[in-house]
């Protein structure tokens, strides 16, 4: 079992950055896929970026692509969402979650392929 918890969200101005942070627990962090998805009032979870095993391989939604990185640190069981030129409707809570694959290339922009979710953190940002 892992157990995922974010932080880092806040009210930020568009235009502004934040970085969000998501620490696990679990001794096997290595052996999963990352994700970040989020959810605004109203609307379903959408995906917003993952990451293999090793980090070695990135993919993130079109609709923050060139203004959102996502990375990792296995030392630390730790994996980041960096967001810069933040929009209004990046507005949302932003949820982190792990997927477990065998082989370390592997990551999902589907929410259902996700086996552990953390309890979200909240992005504002405003006009």
């Known amino acids: 079992q892992v157990q995922l918890v974010e932080s880092g969200g806040g009210l930020v101005q568009a235009g502004g950055s934040l970085r969000l942070s998501c620490g696990a627990s679990?001794?096997?962090?290595?052996?999963?896929?990352m994700g970040w998805f989020r959810q605004a009032p109203g609307k379903e979870r959408e995906f917003v970026a993952t990451?293999?095993?090793?980090?070695?391989?990135?993919l993130v939604a079109d609709s923050v692509k060139g203004r959102f990185t996502i990375s990792r640190d296995n030392a630390k069981n730790t994996v980041h969402l960096q967001m810069n030129s933040l929009k209004p409707e990046d507005t949302g809570v932003y949820y982190c979650?792990?997927?477990?694959?065998?082989?370390?290339?592997?990551?999902?922009?589907?929410?259902?392929?996700?086996?552990?979710w953390g309890q979200g953190t909240q992005v504002t940002v405003s006009s």
């Open positions: 979650a792990a997927a477990f694959y065998s082989t370390p290339w592997r990551m999902s922009t589907r929410a259902n392929e996700y086996d552990y």
């Open positions: 679990g001794r096997t962090f290595s052996m999963y896929a």
């Open positions: 990451i293999s095993r090793s980090g070695s391989s990135t």
